[in-house]
């Protein structure tokens, strides 16, 4: 079978010759069946997870419709709004449309919260072609009467399942009502739970769904590794990881997620006067000392970037050749969106986790929200056979590396699953239960 190729995609002259000056040969499966029904007109429906290529997929066709329709943007107005659940993705989105609209004459702005209203409102004021949007700030926009959407063409939801997990779909919602019916409308999503099934219903019509299911997963391209470490070694453990192995070689990247801000603040201090240059971004940073942090570390400057969850969300930095999860996360699938950061695109990655005696039943749980067990680094020299034997009675005997049986678990239940006591207050994770008024 003929490898699909961009050129066969039927885009604009100005697209194709952006993606050939990126080096952009292939497209990726979700690319593949993506675009070309939205080339069509159709709104979509997919399931992707960050690092399969999906902000191209809707990137690409709504670009290529642009370039076929030019108008001015009206003053106050947007033709294409795409909705995101962080700040992070939204200027990595916002990078994008840059990207490969390089050779378009079109305009993008960013509105998301944390930072100075004015720029965005007088961005907007002139009326843009893209806008990329976090909902909390967008809709306090909308009550202002800053802007107006009965001009949006194209809306994109992205990352919709991470959205429901923060709380936004209210605000998305009220937002919706602001849009005029006749659009194309595209929703992703890494996961398709009955809750984005609902909100897809009422967003798209007739989509063609996508599900896209890699020869190869991100999750399995990624050797994945425990350590049972006692607490007061899992710098010295940090240290040894990222001085040692082909993780030291100097274009390598390593992301160190903590669980709580203060955590994240004091381990990248700590690594600084190690002689191991860090920085820590987290929900206690302003959106700019955040991105100068992010850009510093995608531009190597800095190896190695501290993090909590929320900070992290769509991080898309290529050359992340370690994780490491300096605490568990006590959630399942916070696990596989945080490995997920390295094994980008085409490449392998390594992601290594700490675990000390008060972390095993988090093991456990992720273990099995995975279906097998994690392999473990016995030869790391902090290694402590101690702990690994100090899991609780229930799985007590059952070798972590084995494959534990799925027993009726069900994944979703795990999301609020126990945590250490220590921290809560700290922690930098804005789910539903946690927030009054999300706004972002
Ligand atoms: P995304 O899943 O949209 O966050 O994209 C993940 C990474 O893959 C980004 O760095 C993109 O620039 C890159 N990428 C997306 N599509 C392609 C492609 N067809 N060929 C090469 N790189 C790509």
Redesign the pocket.
């Known amino acids: 079978m003929n490898k699909p190729s961009?050129e066969a995609l039927p885009l604009a002259a100005p697209l194709h010759r952006a993606?050939r000056e990126?080096?952009?040969?292939?497209?990726?499966p979700?690319?593949t069946e993506a675009i070309p029904p939205q080339l069509e007109g159709r709104d979509v429906m997919g399931c992707?997870?960050?690092?399969?290529?999906?902000?191209?997929?809707f990137a690409l066709p709504i670009l290529h419709h642009l370039s076929l329709d030019p108008r001015r943007p009206r003053p106050g107005r947007a033709r294409v709004l795409v909705l995101t659940p962080t700040r992070e993705l939204a200027v990595?989105v916002g990078e994008?449309f840059s990207?490969y609209g390089r050779h378009l004459r079109l305009s993008h702005a960013l509105v998301y919260g944390g930072v100075s209203q004015h720029p965005q409102v007088k961005a907007l004021r002139r009326g843009v072609d893209v806008l990329v949007a976090t909902p909390g700030r967008l809709l306090d926009l909308l009550e202002q009467g800053c802007l107006e959407l009965g001009g949006v063409e194209f809306l994109v939801l992205d990352e919709v399942d991470r959205m429901l997990d923060m709380g936004f779909i209210h605000d998305v919602r009220r937002i919706s009502k602001e849009l005029p019916a006749k659009r194309q409308t595209v929703l992703f999503s890494a996961t398709i739970t009955p809750e984005v099934q609902r909100i897809a219903r009422d967003f798209v019509r007739d989509p063609v769904r996508i599900e896209i299911s890699p020869d190869q997963p991100v999750v399995e391209k990624i050797h994945q590794q425990v350590c049972h470490v006692r607490g007061e070694n899992k710098i010295p453990l940090l240290e040894h990881y990222i001085k040692t192995g082909s993780d030291a070689e100097s274009s390598a990247r390593t992301l160190v997620f903590s669980r709580t801000k203060h955590g994240a603040e004091k381990l990248s201090k700590k690594l600084n006067t190690l002689g191991i240059r860090s920085e820590a971004i987290h929900g206690n940073k302003s959106q700019g000392a955040r991105q100068r942090a992010l850009d510093l570390f995608r531009k190597g400057r800095v190896p190695v970037l501290v993090a909590t969850d929320v900070a992290a969300r769509g991080i898309?930095v290529?050359n992340i050749t370690l994780v490491v999860n300096f605490d568990l996360p006590d959630v399942a699938d916070t696990y596989v969106h945080r490995i997920g950061r390295t094994a980008?695109?085409?490449t392998l990655g390594h992601a290594v986790s700490f675990c000390d005696g008060t972390q095993i039943g988090d093991l456990r749980q992720i273990e099995r929200y995975l279906g097998h067990g994690i392999e473990i680094d016995e030869g790391q020299p902090f290694h402590d056979g101690e702990l690994m034997r100090s899991r609780p009675s229930a799985s007590r005997g059952q070798p972590s590396h084995r494959r534990p049986g799925r027993g009726g678990f069900d994944p979703r239940r795990s999301r609020f699953g126990r945590g250490t006591p220590a921290g809560r207050g700290d922690r930098d994770r804005p789910a539903r239960h946690y927030r009054k008024n999300p706004r972002s």
Not at 22 to 28: A, E, I
Not at 48 to 57: N, V
Request: aromatic share 6%; charged share 20%; glycine share 6%.
């Open positions: 961009f993606l990126l080096n952009y040969t292939t497209p990726s979700i690319q992707a997870q960050t690092g399969t290529g999906k902000t191209a997929a990595q994008s990207k898309d290529k980008r695109a085409e």
